[in-house]
């Protein structure tokens, strides 16, 4: 048996042999029955590579049993005084942060400690009582948005039950703005376009997401602002997002045949920006102040290690760079 990055893998013990698939499911992620039965209907449980479609199938000896486990199930999370971030802007309703890449926003499958959220409860201490009166699951208090552990940018956290819901708000009909730099494999044809194909669950791996027909829709606009063609052909985006799905970015990108550099789970790792960490930053972000009704907006610089990596590529004024608008 093994268990890392969110998924059991497991080959059938003779005890299990003649067991149904979703009551081992149960048993062996510890989970309930309805939990177990969910993660069959939405692909994350495989036999011998092929999803699980009906529960009551019994296993065999020998077979090779595959679980997506799932998100830790709102248990509360303890303050951590020694997570780092940055905040950006804080007042008696939100929070701005700049989250570092390589820190996971909240718990889940393998991430129980240092995440975003113990660090912000050793912040803003006030953020458990959204969790008490419940608005958020115990494991999001005030979370109105996330971003991937291996992304870093910007994150804005509502700390009353009024601002948070407002902000929720906001991200529903897309009056928050959400813009990222990212760096992606090949040279972009057209200076500025959208992607609009719906993302679902993978059925071959259920621990990634994929453009599917039966997804929900997601639509994500791009901008070209470099084209570099050594040491080999990447390009340089500002990318919009019209809808907030799992992976979006990298997912959209990597269908159209130009992969987030350095995202080894849609296209391949880059070692010179060590693991786990691909070119993807939330740099901008801008929404209507839950209480002044103001119109807020914040950015983020590159961090450190994406301005070391583009600059080590190719020197700015090399011939292999062109800049949009030549």
Request: some cysteine; aromatic content about 4%; hydrophobic content about 40%.
């Amino acid at each position: 048996m093994s268990d890392a990055d969110g998924m059991l893998v497991v080959e059938v013990p003779p005890l299990l042999a003649g067991v149904r698939i979703d009551r081992a499911v149960a048993m062996l992620a510890n989970v309930s029955r309805a939990v177990a039965a969910g993660l069959i209907t939405s692909g994350r449980v495989l036999v011998n590579d092929i999803p699980v479609t009906i529960g009551r199938n019994s296993l065999k000896h020998g077979a090779i049993l595959t679980i997506a486990l799932p998100e830790a199930g709102g248990a509360e999370v303890e303050a951590e005084a020694g997570v780092r971030f940055q905040v950006v802007y804080a007042d008696a309703e939100v929070a701005v942060v700049d989250k570092p890449a390589g820190l996971v926003v909240h718990p889940g499958a393998g991430h129980h400690e240092g995440t975003l959220v113990g660090g912000l409860l050793a912040r803003f201490p006030d953020l458990a009582g959204l969790v008490s009166a419940g608005v958020c699951p115990g494991d999001r208090p005030g979370i109105v948005h996330r971003l991937d552990k291996g992304t870093s940018g910007l994150l804005v956290v509502g700390r009353t039950e009024s601002a948070y819901r407002d902000l929720v708000a906001q991200l529903s009909d897309r009056s928050m703005e959400r813009r990222y730099i990212a760096l992606v494999e090949g040279e972009m044809a057209d200076d500025r376009g959208e992607i609009d194909a719906p993302i679902g669950r993978s059925t071959r791996t259920p621990t990634k997401m994929a453009v599917s027909a039966g997804g929900r829709s997601a639509r994500t606009g791009y901008t070209v602002l470099e084209r570099r063609l050594v040491p080999r052909p990447t390009t340089l985006l500002e990318l919009s997002l019209q809808s907030g799905r799992t992976h979006q970015i990298r997912v959209h990108m990597a269908a159209i045949g130009h992969p987030v550099v350095g995202d080894a789970r849609y296209g391949a790792p880059e070692r010179a920006l060590g693991p786990g960490r691909f070119f993807l930053h939330a740099y901008r972000l801008a929404f209507t102040h839950p209480g002044s009704g103001e119109r807020k907006e914040f950015s983020a610089a590159l961090p450190e290690d994406l301005e070391t990596f583009l600059g080590g590529l190719v020197d700015a004024e090399d011939v292999g760079v062109e800049r949009k608008g030549g």
